[in-house]
């Protein structure tokens, strides 16, 4: 299983961008995406993740009600809209997964597959 990231970019502070994470080798509906983000000097955070089997987002207190995460099965896709962005969201956002991992609001797990990481810049 590999996951593919695209989507990111810069953008002005209250604008959107969306990531996509493309699972291949795998099947979408197998396994949890999670969204982490790791700005410079600071620590991987948990941003939002999506559980497949009850079709339920967890999302941080730090973006909970501008980012939105969605699957396309179809595409075997993970979406991830971000808007109204604010300059703290600037950091590298990876998607990740793992075969023993649930999408619970817990970001501590341990997750095996991980995306490249694509560069988000929010600028005031």
């Known amino acids: 299983v590999s996951l593919v990231q695209s989507g990111g970019g810069s953008v002005q502070a209250g604008g959107s961008l969306r990531l996509s994470c493309t699972v291949s080798?795998?099947?979408?509906?197998?396994?949890?995406i999670t969204w982490f983000r790791q700005a410079p000097g600071k620590e991987r955070e948990g941003v939002i993740c999506?559980?497949?089997?009850?079709?339920?987002?967890f999302a941080s207190d730090s973006v909970k009600g501008r980012f939105i995460i969605s699957g396309d099965s179809a595409k075997n896709t993970v979406y991830l809209q971000m808007n109204s962005l604010i300059p703290e969201d600037t950091a590298v956002y990876y998607c990740?997964?793992?075969?023993?991992?649930?999408?619970?609001?817990?970001?501590?797990?341990?997750?095996?597959?991980w995306g490249q990481g694509i560069q988000v810049t929010v600028s005031s």
């Open positions: 080798g795998g099947t979408l509906a197998d396994y949890d």
């Open positions: 999506l559980n497949r089997r009850y079709d339920t987002p």
């Open positions: 990740a997964t793992d075969s023993y991992t649930d999408c619970s609001g817990y970001w501590g797990g341990a997750y095996y597959y």
